[in-house]
């Protein structure tokens, strides 16, 4: 629990939230400033700012949770599209920094643009590089 963090104070219950589901590890509830009707963030009450600091256990929780919710969300808003996203890290633009999946709703003609709309435009990256990428991810995987 970080007192500072407003996710925190929302998983303890010190400030409001339209909560949808909630388990001893998770809640997820209503952005208050929706992109869309249905705009769900799902967090692990263990405050976390990022992917890197999360623990295996509540990895596979937010991940179970992003499974069922999407369906529930869907099924609840009468659509068969979502957008799911994590904003990783302060550099990808993550405002609140306890870590948070967002499911937003979407809808025929409803003015937004898919995940690659996040970078204008994309780097040329030849071939060298991209075995010297694959290498350095894959050097960099842990248990
Ligand atoms: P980020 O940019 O960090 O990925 O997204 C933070 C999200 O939290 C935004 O979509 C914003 O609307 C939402 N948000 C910010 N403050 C509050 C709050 O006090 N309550 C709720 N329910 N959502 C919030
Ligand atoms: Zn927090």
């Avoid at 929302?10 to 939230?17: G, T």
């Avoid at 208050?32 to 769900?40: F, N, S």
């Amino acid at each position: 629990m970080v007192e500072s963090c407003i996710f925190c104070r929302i998983a303890q219950d010190n400030l409001p939230s339209h909560k949808v589901y909630e388990d001893d590890k998770i809640l997820a509830f209503l952005d208050k400033y929706p992109l869309a009707r249905g705009h769900v963030l799902i967090i692990p009450k263990a405050h976390v700012s990022n992917i890197d600091e999360l623990s295996g256990e509540d990895a596979q929780a937010l991940f179970h949770t992003l499974f069922k919710l999407t369906k529930a969300v869907q099924r609840g808003l009468k659509t068969g599209s979502t957008t799911i996203g994590i904003n990783n890290g302060p550099d990808s633009g993550q405002e609140v920094p306890h870590l948070h999946l967002h499911i937003i709703p979407r809808f025929p003609g409803d003015g937004g643009g898919p995940v690659h709309a996040v970078m204008r435009q994309r780097p040329s990256v030849n071939d060298e590089e991209m075995l010297q990428i694959t290498k350095a991810v894959k050097e960099n995987i842990s248990a």
